[in-house]
DNA sequence: GCATTTGTCTAGCGGTCGCTACAGAAATGA
DNA sequence: TCATTTCTGTAGCGACCGCTAGACAAATGC
């Protein structure tokens, strides 16, 4: 079995999407289940989370909970893509939508402080959080990769304004890149241990202080 | 009983440190086996080091780990507080030997990119990483505190130069600290994700731009 | 020698971990 | 109606968790 869902396989259209499959149906809400799931791990982080916290939290039984989502890990792989689509992407947004890097990172940078210290919701960013200290190796250098790959995606950023006379040709994108990243990161703890809204902004301001003037 | 250790309860000497005691001598050396579970803890965190990890690595066997550290907890803190005399005070330091905060402030964040990427031990900062995704809350707790008592004390130092007019009046005492926190705890992350010496010094050098001119 | 003190060893406690076998329940198509 | 398909609930698997009881080993003071 290639997929990790049944009732989700090639050919046969997923559960509660319209197309009624053959057996009993499912007695929960696949989604609402996976966003309790995302809170969870978001909170706790993979390993400190338990299949028996998560079928609590989710409000169903173990074996539906792996006739659902697979096993533990699969599960929280699809609670990482969840993420990256519903929480994640501001960041990636930001640096598509604004005209210049500058104006990308400024916004990344304010509104980090705002999803960071959001209220109903636990602080701080998932991907740089839920897989410290963890004994499964895969998936710490999982939300490592996705952390490279943010970072990689601002250098190449910078490096598209350097390219376009937008910034000093002697600017250094990586660095600068990397910067942004480690401060995001910064943020990121800080929100977690009690940092406001407004203390993350103002971390965000000084942080764009350092910006060449183009 | 008060004491997690017995041979070092108050009245009789420690036991290794001269003054042998009575019964049958202990047969490794205290300090060895708190070092190797100091890198332990230091490399995999609090929770993914189990006591079955720390006996491996001190190489002794599980009641010698509890009759000479206590339990998990203690040994723990008396890890944290090993690495705080012997590898985290780079930064008290700094700021205590230097003249200005500026030049503590420099001098720590340039330490930070030696300390965090040395050869032979594990990167980043032990108080930072360490109990993240913890579930003993006490644990997760103690290491906050100690990573916001960091930020205070980098605040009341920079409060100390503008009190003496070496920095503006006007100057953010609490904002330009939690800025210098969370660049170290971005500095510590970026170094667990691969970064090197010289990428963490660029970082530092970055991070000092911002500083105000005094 | 001998009682006392202390450390080490083997073995195993109760608990939780991720995960699954199995029987019954609830839908379908014929 | 009834076989088929799929999900749910109970119950429990083997492995590991932190920790400890109890027997033996090795030092001391007398």
Same mark, same amino acid.
């Given at each position: ?20 499959? *053959? ?133 190449? *950023? ?57």
């Amino acid at each position: 079995m290639a997929s990790s869902e049944k009732s989700e396989r090639a050919g046969a259209p997923a559960r509660g999407t319209g197309g009624r499959g *053959r057996g009993r149906p499912r007695s929960f809400d696949r989604a609402t289940a996976l966003e309790k799931a995302l809170m969870a791990f978001w909170e706790h982080g993979y390993e400190a989370t338990s299949v028996s916290d998560l079928t609590r939290v989710m409000d169903i039984g173990t074996p539906s909970l792996y006739a659902a989502f697979g096993d533990k890990r699969s599960l929280f792989e699809e609670v990482v893509q969840e993420y990256g689509t519903r929480y994640g992407s501001f960041g990636d947004r930001a640096l598509a939508e604004e005209p210049t890097a500058r104006a990308g990172i400024e916004r990344m940078l304010r509104e980090a402080a705002v999803e960071y210290t959001a209220p109903g919701r636990p602080h701080g960013c998932l991907v740089i959080h839920a897989a410290v200290n963890c004994s499964t190796p895969e998936v710490e250098e999982s939300l490592r990769e996705r952390r490279n790959a943010n970072i990689a995606a601002i250098e190449s *950023r910078i490096a598209a304004d350097v390219a376009a006379g937008l910034l000093p040709p002697h600017t250094e994108a990586a660095t600068l890149a990397r910067y942004t990243g480690a401060m995001i990161q910064g943020m990121s703890q800080q929100a977690r241990d009690g940092a406001s809204r407004g203390e993350l902004e103002a971390l965000a301001e000084i942080a764009l202080a350092v910006w060449p003037r183009g």
